[in-house]
Every structure is written in structure tokens, then in C-alpha cells.
Nanobody, 120 residues
Framework: QVQLVESGGGLVQPGGSLRLSCAASGSIFSVNLMGWYRQAPGKERELVATITSSGSTNYADSVKGRFTISRDNARNTMYLQMNSLKPEDTADYYC??????????????WGKGTLVTVSS
């Protein structure tokens, strides 16, 4: 099994910054694609950013230039640096990780989410 532990959410004023972390542990051979998603109240879950094992990144248009996704492959950990936060960034943020298991199959796992609230 694989466990994902997210941290770093909280309350921040507009224009502020937060850094989210997502650490994967368990029966992992390697971690492939990692990504952050978010879901605001009453809305569908949406992609925020993804990063491949080689470091290629992809961002939603709404966060380009403000958010930076990164990862530490040695620690199977992913980060999301969020700057210039806006009230519309308020949401539960979820990490999603594609894990290649020792037995040769891959599977996506979701974290439980961490709440980010941007408000004055």
C-alpha cells in the first residue's frame, strides 16, 4: 500500500504565500507523474499542476506565474509553492501520485487533502 501525507495548508491573506508538501511512502518502486489538484466549495476538482519524474511541468492557466511545482525524487516528495495568492485560490488541495510498484503495475493514489483559505 501507499500513503500520501499532505501538509502546509492554512489561512493566508491575499497576496501571501504558502508551500504545500506531499510525501509518498509504502511499497513504492518508483514514482512517476505527480500532481496537485484543488476543489473549491460547490465546484468540480480541477488540475493545478503536474510534474514528471524528469521534472517537466504543466500548470493551469489560472496559476501560471504564481505557483511553482517541484519534487524531490529521493524522498518521493512533491511541493507546491504558491505566491500572490488570491481569494479564488481558496480550496481543498489534493496531491495525486502515480506509483510503479515492485510487482510491475502502476496505480494512481490520492491524498486526503489540505485546506487553503485566502482571506483578509
Amino acid at each position: 500500500q501507499v500513503q500520501l501525507v499532505e501538509s502546509g495548508g492554512g489561512l493566508v491573506q491575499p497576496g501571501g504565500s504558502l508551500r504545500l508538501s506531499c510525501a509518498a511512502s509504502g511499497s513504492i518502486f518508483s514514482v512517476n507523474l505527480m500532481g496537485w489538484y484543488r476543489q473549491a466549495p460547490g465546484k468540480e476538482r480541477e488540475l493545478v499542476a503536474t510534474i514528471t519524474s524528469s521534472g517537466s511541468t504543466n500548470y493551469a492557466d489560472s496559476v501560471k506565474g504564481r505557483f511553482t511545482i517541484s519534487r524531490d525524487n529521493a524522498r518521493n516528495t512533491m511541493y507546491l509553492q504558491m505566491n500572490s495568492l488570491k481569494p479564488e485560490d481558496t480550496a481543498d488541495y489534493y496531491c495525486n501520485v502515480e506509483v510503479l510498484h515492485v510487482l510491475g503495475y502502476s496505480r494512481h493514489y490520492w491524498g486526503k487533502g489540505t485546506l487553503v483559505t485566502v482571506s483578509s
